[in-house]
């Protein structure tokens, strides 16, 4: 799935939780256009006609190009008798019935990229509570959009590096094989916090590319780890703690223990060191 389609999707489980955590009849939202200083609205919930569908609204104008401007949440009482807004979208807004709204840009990286609007059919205040609602909703996108940006970065700069690496034993030497490592305990890491399956479903990928040299041979049958031993393991390769591997992971300390001991009992180690060693010879870790 695109970036733009994955955000897309973000947006629209927002206006969903919105609209439950504030009451609002209405709410709607979209993206800015990549490239360009106007958003488009492309998701609803709540509205009951088509004046807002596929609406472009420019950096600047009406409530939503303000809050765009502005990188700020920005709201009016009445919308068609507001000074403190342009009226480009009156025609649109007025349709669709909307009196009092909030706009709240959801920015991510100092860039806004989307925009949650939540609205009512009566001119009345939004009130605090409303308004922290609808921001919270907004930082909850802004989140899965961080996550999913670092895990695309990640994926371009491990491909390349797995490529480069090439299969073939560990030797532990060069800067390549440290990179990889690196990619492979931060690509593992944010496995979990990845809502959109087939993203997830590519760094998975990837994490195999990055530990596909062939094992070393072994008497016995090839070692098989839980993915969560393997997010532990791979963290503990890193020089992590267990603390320091609970807070990536959003596990308590005493679960990654748990996994840890699990993770050396299933690859006959003795120590933390040992296991790691082991996974490496196994083609678990690169």
């Not at 939503?64 to 008798?81: F, H, Q």
């Not at 806004?112 to 409303?130: E, S």
């Amino acid at each position: 799935m695109a970036a733009d389609a994955a955000g897309t999707v973000e947006i629209r489980g927002a206006l969903a939780r919105l609209r439950r955590t504030t009451g609002l009849p209405v709410a709607f939202g979209g993206l800015v256009e990549p490239g360009r200083q106007r958003m488009r609205i492309s998701e609803f919930s709540g509205a009951a006609g088509l004046a807002l569908r596929g609406l472009a609204v420019t950096s600047g104008n009406g409530l939503g190009g303000k809050a765009v401007a502005l990188a700020r949440p920005c709201a009016v009482t009445d919308y068609s008798l507001s000074r403190q807004i342009s009226h480009e979208y009156d025609a649109a807004v007025a349709e669709e019935g909307l009196r009092s709204v909030l706009a709240i840009p959801v920015v991510v990286r100092r860039r806004v990229r989307g925009v949650l609007y939540g609205a009512l059919r009566t001119a009345q205040p939004l009130g605090d509570r409303t308004l922290t609602a609808a921001v919270q909703a907004a930082r909850d996108v802004e989140q899965a959009l961080v996550v999913g940006d670092e895990a695309r970065d990640l994926l371009t700069a491990a491909r390349p590096g797995a490529a480069s690496a090439g299969p073939g034993p560990d030797t532990g030497a060069g800067p390549g094989r440290e990179q990889v490592r690196e990619a492979h305990t931060a690509l593992r890491a944010l496995v979990p916090r990845i809502a959109d399956p087939a993203l997830r479903a590519e760094l998975l990928e990837v994490c195999g590319l990055l530990t596909s040299r062939p094992p070393e041979r072994s008497a016995g049958q090839p070692v098989v780890l839980a993915p969560r031993e393997l997010d532990v393991l791979a963290w503990v390769a890193a020089g992590a703690t267990n603390a320091a591997a609970a807070e990536r992971l959003g596990l308590r300390p005493e679960t990654v223990k748990g996994y840890l001991r699990s993770a050396m009992r299933r690859l006959g180690a003795r120590t933390r060191g040992e296991a790691v060693v082991a996974a490496r010879r196994a083609g678990l870790l690169p």
